[in-house]
T-cell receptor, first 114, second 117 residues
Framework: GDSVTQMEGPVTLSEEAFLTINCTYTATGYPSLFWYVQYPGEGLQLLLKATKADDKGSNKGFEATYRKETTSFHLEKGSVQVSDSAVYFC?????????????WGLGTSLAVNP | DTGVSQDPRHKITKRGQNVTFRCDPISEHNRLYWYRQTLGQGPEFLTY????????KSRLLSDRFSAERPKGSFSTLEIQRTEQGDSAMYLCASIPLRAGKYSDTQYFGPGTRLTVL
């Protein structure tokens, strides 16, 4: 079945450091890919998404490119801030079938120190 | 949009007790999803509704779990005879139908954290 493999955390960085969180997927067909973020004490929020190969999703300085050839959707940010401390989840939405349920990675905890 | 709301935010119960959670989706969102998230894991799909119809249930949803969406608006998730393994965050999400197609972006509530002692 469909699955998402995400880099394990926790990741600890200093402010202004470069961030990469790896995400690879297994799916039939052409899924849509997402990064969700969960700030402490809050619900899951969509960070960015890409719906087809070579699409780049971007938001709040974060970027991820849908790479079909490597089945990857790595999250990057050039300069992290303390406020980026959160748990980041990679997820896919299979376009086979109509249930629109998300398949999730395990999440990567990010702590950014001042 | 006022957002998806869930109630209660936290629930502590003793093993064997029944608990019920409520989810109010964004108004006019046709589909409503329930997920469960245990510590250190990603969310896992439990079930979803299209209006009042429950269209799919995960194998994770044992006979002790039941979900309803009687009027196609709010939904309830009940767990009977709770077990310690039921301790988790229970998440609700909703999506709208737009131009004949369901959105691929799910809008999540803050979750209900259940602790079974």
């Amino acid at each position: 079945g469909d699955s998402v493999t995400q880099m394990e955390g926790p990741v600890t960085l200093s402010e202004e450091a470069f961030l990469t969180i790896n995400c690879t997927y297994t799916a039939t067909g052409y899924p849509s890919l997402f990064w969700y973020v969960q700030y402490p004490g809050e619900g899951l929020q969509l960070l960015l998404k890409a719906t087809k190969a070579d699409d780049k999703g971007s938001n709040k300085g974060f970027e991820a490119t849908y790479r079909k050839e490597t089945t990857s959707f790595h999250l990057e940010k050039g300069s992290v801030q303390v406020s980026d401390s959160a748990v980041y989840f990679c997820a896919l939405l299979s376009n086979a079938g109509n249930n629109r349920k998300l398949i999730w990675g395990l999440g990567t905890s990010l702590a950014v120190n001042p | 949009d006022t957002g998806v709301s869930q109630d209660p935010r936290h629930k502590i119960t003793k093993r064997g007790q029944n608990v019920t959670f409520r989810c109010d989706p964004i108004s006019e969102h046709n589909r409503l999803y329930w997920y469960r998230q245990t510590l250190g894991q990603g969310p896992e799909f439990l079930t979803y509704f299209q209006n009042e119809a429950q269209l799919e249930k995960s194998r994770l949803l044992s006979d002790r779990f039941s979900a309803e969406r009687p009027k196609g608006s709010f939904s309830t998730l009940e767990i009977q005879r709770t077990e310690q393994g039921d301790s988790a965050m229970y998440l609700c999400a909703s999506i709208p139908l737009r131009a004949g197609k369901y959105s691929d972006t799910q809008y999540f509530g803050p979750g209900t954290r259940l602790t079974v002692l």
